[in-house]
């Protein structure tokens, strides 16, 4: 059992200094604030994808030193909650739906790359860190597809909830999995979890997949980002985002958080965790680095830039496990 030290004053964090800046600082450490509430020893952190809208100041919200890690918080009690909607809580954000640790708009809550947070009530902390967002992310991606054993799919998009939703789609028993992406390291681990990888920049992905698969796929997962290219992998395009406004986003319009699709495509394709402890799901293959802290900074810069292999960082607080 834990037990928070009684002279605990302050606490190291990540903070975001600036655009492309982060550094380790210490701040005052959370105190309880309600009689439900519990402050936890953080053990492990990841670095998200999701962050890189604040690293990259690619949000309409004013620079200060908020803490990166967008993780949902919820209530337990509001409507939403009660019928399993609780990443969109209506009590702990108020004028907002939804709240999250350190992300821009959803609250003040600080973010999670702390040795100790406090997590209010009804809270409770993630028994493995890749199940705080990527895997359920990528799992459910496989949900909305209407996914069923024995299909095959495919998937755009292989950062790490991208490759989570192939190995759902693996664990899940489809018959063939193709994985679109540019990156060597990813496309990589894309086939080391028995995927097909489909480099785009060498012809249209959709031309390789049929011709791969003899004939058109049963189920697709768009899990690109809002950091999408176009084929030559160098110029960026618009994508959906879960921001209201993205200042740095290519064109007028998604810079005001609004993307054109057709309607009618969409209607014509009716667009709509114990397996962990048994053994038979070990989502940590995704994971390129683990590391101290005080890391951090320089871990950021190289996940944003995707060089060295950096696809899926683990930071630990408190020191290696």
């Known amino acids: 059992m834990f037990y928070l030290p009684s002279n605990l004053i302050k606490t190291k964090a990540v903070h975001y200094e600036g655009p492309i800046r982060v550094s380790v600082k210490e701040i005052e450490a959370p105190t309880i604030q309600h009689p439900n509430d519990a402050i936890i020893k953080v053990t492990t952190a990841a670095i998200c994808g999701s962050d890189l809208h604040m690293y990259q100041d690619r949000t309409a919200a004013e620079a200060g030193d908020r803490i990166v890690l967008p993780f949902n918080v919820a209530d337990g009690r509001c409507r939403n909650c009660e019928e399993g909607r609780t990443a969109f809580c209506t009590g702990v954000n108020p004028g907002?739906?939804?709240?999250?640790?350190?992300?821009?708009?959803?609250?003040?809550?600080?973010?999670?790359r702390e040795q100790y947070l406090r997590v209010p009530e009804k809270e409770h902390e993630a028994y493995f860190a890749l199940l705080a967002n990527i895997f359920p992310t990528g799992w459910h991606g496989l949900v909305l597809a209407g996914f069923g054993p024995g299909e095959s799919v495919a998937v755009f998009g292989a950062r790490?909830?991208?490759?989570?939703?192939?190995?759902?789609?693996?664990?899940?028993?489809?018959?063939?999995?193709?994985?679109?992406?540019?990156?060597?390291?990813?496309?990589?681990?894309?086939?080391?979890?028995?995927?097909?990888?489909?480099?785009?920049?060498?012809?249209?992905?959709?031309?390789?997949?049929?011709?791969?698969?003899?004939?058109?796929?049963?189920?697709a997962v768009d899990a690109v980002g809002y950091q999408a290219v176009d084929s030559s992998g160098s110029k960026e395009k618009p994508n959906v985002?879960?921001?209201?406004?993205?200042?740095?986003?290519?064109?007028?319009?998604?810079?005001?958080?609004?993307?054109?699709?057709?309607?009618?495509?969409?209607?014509?394709?009716?667009?709509s965790l114990s397996l962990i402890i048994s053994g038979r799901v070990k989502p940590s293959f995704v994971v390129s680095h683990e590391i101290n802290i005080d890391n951090a900074p320089g871990a950021y810069e190289k996940f944003d830039k995707r060089i060295d292999g950096y696809t899926k960082v683990l930071i630990h607080p408190n020191g290696p496990l």
């Open 96 to 112: 907002f739906a939804g709240g999250a640790y350190g992300c821009v708009a959803t609250g003040p809550y600080q973010g999670g």
């Open 241 to 271: 985002g879960y921001v209201p406004a993205d200042p740095g986003a290519p064109d007028a319009q998604s810079k005001e958080g609004q993307i054109l699709i057709s309607f009618g495509k969409l209607f014509e394709k009716g667009l």
């Open 160 to 219: 790490p909830v991208g490759l989570m939703a192939a190995y759902s789609a693996v664990i899940r028993d489809a018959n063939r999995i193709f994985v679109v992406n540019k990156v060597p390291e990813r496309l990589k681990e894309a086939k080391e979890i028995r995927c097909m990888p489909v480099d785009f920049t060498k012809s249209d992905s959709v031309d390789q997949i049929i011709k791969m698969n003899d004939g058109t796929i049963d189920r």
